[in-house]
């Protein structure tokens, strides 16, 4: 590890460690020890569950840690027809694939499904990335639907405690009624979770169907003028005074640092397969998405 890096705690899990140098996400960087391209001092990593200090030595396909560069956001329009990830074993397009060059490698403030389209966060801060998402950090996330069907705003008053559905309790959701649009009804969805396709379940419940679901919002970021595809850097300041001293605090964010050189690649279809053969099914995470 080099300097710039000093102010972690003693000992701290590798993949963190990782996350914050800006290459990727915590799971990531947990997949890319379980696929062998991790070292700590000359020595293959094993395990995620390593424990590193300011003196090791880490490297990622050979190459040394870069040091960590200052933290930046950017707001991106996300159209329909991309995965968020890096990589797809079924050769999906990607929102990663799609960006404009010259960008520093990014990692997304949770996901957006395939057909969901609106605003998605980046950020070469992997630490932010998972502060952001928490559904602790209690950031709003607004939605515009576009849904099969009618509803009164009787029944989207019934959704502001949460709901139950299927076992999965759902947390308070603000819904208002916006338009009739033909055969469809034009609805404002706002939740502070965004469990895996919550707002298709939720609206499924209610008799909808959705067929449209554009994210408008998320914390105190909007979409607004943002063409579909274009994404746009919020400023150092912005974000500081966003973030406020308890978030940045917790993501430990840097500031100050300069711009750091290019990360590794992201890894391989190929390596992800091994990686997935290689980890235990009892430690497999359950994938945890943005609401769809």
């Known amino acids: 590890m080099r300097a710039g890096q000093e102010k972690s705690p003693a000992h701290e899990r590798i993949a963190k460690v990782i996350a914050r140098a ?18 700590v001092n000359g020595e293959i990593v094993a395990s995620p569950a390593r424990n590193v200090t300011i003196a090791d030595r880490i490297a990622v396909d050979g190459r040394e840690l870069p040091q960590r560069e200052r933290t930046r956001l950017f707001l991106y ?15 999906r397009p990607t929102i990663f ?11 997304s403030v949770g996901r957006l499904d395939i057909n969901t389209e609106g605003l998605l966060l ?3 801060d992997g630490s932010l990335a998972r502060v952001l998402e928490l559904p602790a950090t209690g950031w ?7 849904a099969y069907g009618r509803a009164t705003q ?6 502001r405690p949460g709901i139950t559905i299927d076992g999965i309790r759902y947390g308070p959701i603000e819904a208002r009624l916006e338009r009739a649009q033909g055969s469809n009804v034009w609805l404002i969805f706002a939740m502070r979770e965004g469990k895996n396709r919550e707002v298709k379940n939720v609206l499924g419940h209610l008799g909808l169907k959705v067929n449209r679901l554009i994210r408008v ?3 105190p970021f909007q979409l607004g003028e ?7 850097e919020v400023k150092t300041r912005t974000l500081r005074d966003q973030l406020g001293e308890r978030l940045a605090a917790a993501a430990g964010v840097d500031f100050s640092a300069p711009p750091a050189a290019r990360a590794p690649p992201a890894p391989s279809n190929d390596q992800l397969q091994r990686a997935r053969k290689r980890k235990p099914r009892g430690r497999r995470r359950r994938a945890r998405g943005e609401a769809r």
């Open 140 to 146: 709003l996330r607004r939605y515009r639907v576009r």
């Open 97 to 107: 694939s799609a960006l404009p060059k010259g960008l520093p490698r990014l990692i």
């Open 77 to 91: 329009h996300k159209p329909r027809g991309l995965l968020t990830a890096h990589a797809d074993p079924g050769g």
């Open 122 to 124: 980046l950020t070469n």
């Open 217 to 219: 919002s998320f914390g």
């Open 154 to 159: 009787e029944q989207l008053e019934g959704l």
């Open 22 to 39: 800006g290459l990727c996400s915590r799971r990531e960087a947990e997949a890319w020890i379980a696929a062998g391209r991790v070292a």
């Open 226 to 232: 943002l063409a579909a595809g274009e994404v746009t």
